[in-house]
C-alpha cells in the first residue's frame, strides 16, 4: 500500500491550501484516511479523519471550523482542504490509513511541507 500526498507550499497567513493523497495498492473502501502533522521540534499530532464513506469524521480542536477533510472513492484519494491558515498550522503533513476512525494507522504517506507566514 502506497500513500501519496501532495499540495503543500507557502502561503500567506489567512490564505489556503489543499492536500491531496493518493492511494495505491489498496482500496479505501472499508478503511479510514486521515491527517497528521509534525511541526519542527514537536510531536507529531492528529488533524482529521474520514470514515471511507464520509458519516464518520474527527477534527483536533485546533483546526475544527477552518480545516474539512473529505474523498473521492473513485479516484481513492482523500484531500484536507485547509482555510484561514495559521503561522502555527506550518508543519510536515502527512496522510494515513486505519482500519478505523478510532485506530491508530496502519499505513503512512510520505509528509508534505506546509509553510504558513506571518
Known amino acids: 500500500v502506497q500513500l501519496q500526498a501532495s499540495g503543500g507550499g507557502l502561503v500567506q497567513a489567512g490564505g489556503s491550501l489543499r492536500l491531496s493523497c493518493a492511494v495505491s495498492g489498496r482500496t479505501v473502501i472499508g478503511y479510514a484516511l486521515g491527517w497528521f502533522r509534525q511541526a519542527a521540534g514537536k510531536e507529531r499530532e492528529f488533524v482529521a479523519t474520514?470514515?471511507?464513506?464520509?458519516?464518520?469524521?474527527r477534527y483536533a480542536d485546533s483546526v475544527k471550523d477552518r480545516f474539512t477533510i473529505n474523498g473521492d472513492i473513485a479516484k481513492n484519494t482523500v484531500y484536507l482542504q485547509m482555510n484561514s491558515l495559521k503561522p502555527e498550522d506550518t508543519a510536515v503533513y502527512y496522510c494515513?490509513?486505519?482500519?478505523?476512525?478510532?485506530?491508530?494507522?496502519?499505513?503512512w504517506g510520505r509528509g508534505t511541507q506546509v509553510t504558513v507566514s506571518s
Open positions: 474520514r470514515s471511507w464513506r464520509g458519516d464518520i469524521t
Open positions: 494515513a490509513m486505519s482500519i478505523n476512525t478510532e485506530r491508530a494507522p496502519l499505513y
